[in-house]
Each structure stands twice: as structure tokens, then as C-alpha cells.
């Protein structure tokens, strides 16, 4: 059985970019949660998605945006890059009447 | 808001000995903790979890403490490895939200030395 598909795996972007981010759940997990990883900050968690609807919101700036998919592929886009996006963004699923997240490897993202 | 935050951030130990490594929450409104493992060039893999309804919960060589009343969390994990080297964290949700949305703690770096 499949995992978690993230792509790309690894990206480098400049400041003033934008970056889209790409996440294919587990087959039947319909619910996808998006999360940053940095040193500094640890795992934040920054959007879920159920049904093609935002289920929760994070604490993040208005240039962090995602969107689900009717196949429950989701994608996360970054307008406006700064520096401090550099991080390693984490997708993951979980099935429904389920609690347990399954997390992808994730994509790495550099911003210089 | 909700904050989890680890006691020690590396744990240090022999091949075959005991690991604990330990967590604190603030929400007393959450009702569901989970623990995970990272390795290196991974994402987080579940360990095991517990719902708030319960002070003790086993697994594979995994044991998950609960004391709500000072709000802390325990992973023991027994015989320890080297494979079991990676940066363990603690999550926690709160009640009446999805369970998409964790708070994360911190992590621990757990090192096994042959």
C-alpha cells in the first residue's frame, strides 16, 4: 500500500518567489493536514482539509494557501517567499473516523 | 493557547537499557496524545497513542504514560536499540477539534550506543 507522495522532494526558491507544494494521501484517507518543520520552530501545523473544505487554520501569514483536490490530493502554495520559509513542509492523511496522522517524507524547501 | 514542551532535549543511552523520555502539555482540555518517531530524511512515523480516558497504554517494546493531573507524558521504551536512535515528539489534541490538527512538542533526540 502506498504512503503519503509528497513532491518535489527538494526545491530551492529566491525571496519574491512562489512555491506550490504537492501531497498525495494514502488511497481512502480523505483528510490531509499540512505542516512546517524548522529548527527553530518545530512542527507547526498549518492547514487541514477535508472534502475539498478547510477544516482548521494554523497561525501562519495569508501567503500560505492550500487547496484539496475531489481525488483528496491536496497542494499548499507559498506567495511572497521570505527567508524564514525555509523548512521542511510536512503532508499527511488520515482516514476518516480514524485519529492517527500518516505523514509523507515531505518537501524541503530553501529560500535564498 | 495550547503549548507542549519537552524536559530534555538529547537522551543519551546504552544499547539494551531503558529510555523515558517525557512531555509536558498545558491544555487540560485535551483528551488525545500521540507520540512519533523521525529519522533522518523522514517524516514522522506513529508510535503509539493514548486517549485521556486512560493513564497506560503498551505496545511493541513501547509504554505510554498519562498523568493528567500534572498535565505530563511519558514514552518508555525497554530494550532500547541503535535502529531506535531518531528525534522522538509528543503531540497532543485538543478536545473537540480534528485530530488533522496537533500541537507538537519540541522533540527529543534519542541516541542508542552499541
Known amino acids: 500500500k502506498a504512503g503519503v507522495t509528497q513532491t518535489p522532494r527538494y526545491l530551492i526558491k529566491t525571496r519574491g518567489q512562489q512555491v506550490t507544494l504537492s501531497c498525495s494521501p494514502i488511497s481512502g484517507h480523505r483528510s490531509v493536514s499540512w505542516y512546517q518543520q524548522t529548527p527553530g520552530q518545530g512542527l507547526q501545523f498549518l492547514f487541514e482539509y477535508f472534502s475539498e473544505t478547510q477544516r482548521n487554520k494554523g497561525n501562519f501569514p495569508g501567503r500560505f494557501s492550500g487547496r484539496q483536490f475531489s481525488n483528496s490530493r491536496s497542494e499548499m502554495n507559498v506567495s511572497t517567499l521570505e527567508l524564514g520559509d525555509s523548512a521542511l513542509y510536512l503532508c499527511?492523511?488520515?482516514?476518516?473516523?480514524?485519529?492517527?496522522?500518516?505523514f509523507g517524507a515531505g518537501s524541503r524547501l530553501t529560500v535564498l | 493557547g495550547e503549548s507542549v514542551g519537552l524536559h530534555l532535549p538529547t537522551l543519551s543511552v546504552q544499547e539494551g537499557d531503558n529510555s523515558i523520555i517525557n512531555c509536558a502539555y498545558s491544555?487540560?482540555?485535551?483528551?488525545?496524545f500521540i507520540w512519533y518517531k523521525q529519522e533522518s530524511g523522514k517524516g514522522p512515523q506513529f508510535i503509539i497513542d493514548?486517549?485521556?480516558?486512560?493513564d497506560k497504554r503498551q505496545g511493541q517494546r513501547v509504554t505510554v504514560l498519562l498523568n493528567k493531573t500534572v498535565k505530563h507524558l511519558s514514552l518508555q521504551i525497554a530494550a532500547t536499540q541503535p535502529g531506535d536512535s531518531a528525534v522522538y515528539f509528543c503531540a497532543v489534541a485538543a478536545g473537540g477539534t480534528s485530530y488533522g490538527k496537533l500541537t507538537f512538542g519540541q522533540g527529543t533526540i534519542l541516541t542508542v550506543h552499541p
Open positions: 491544555n487540560s482540555a485535551s483528551d488525545y
Open positions: 499527511a492523511s488520515t482516514k476518516t473516523g480514524a485519529n492517527v496522522l500518516t
Open positions: 493514548i486517549r485521556s480516558n486512560m
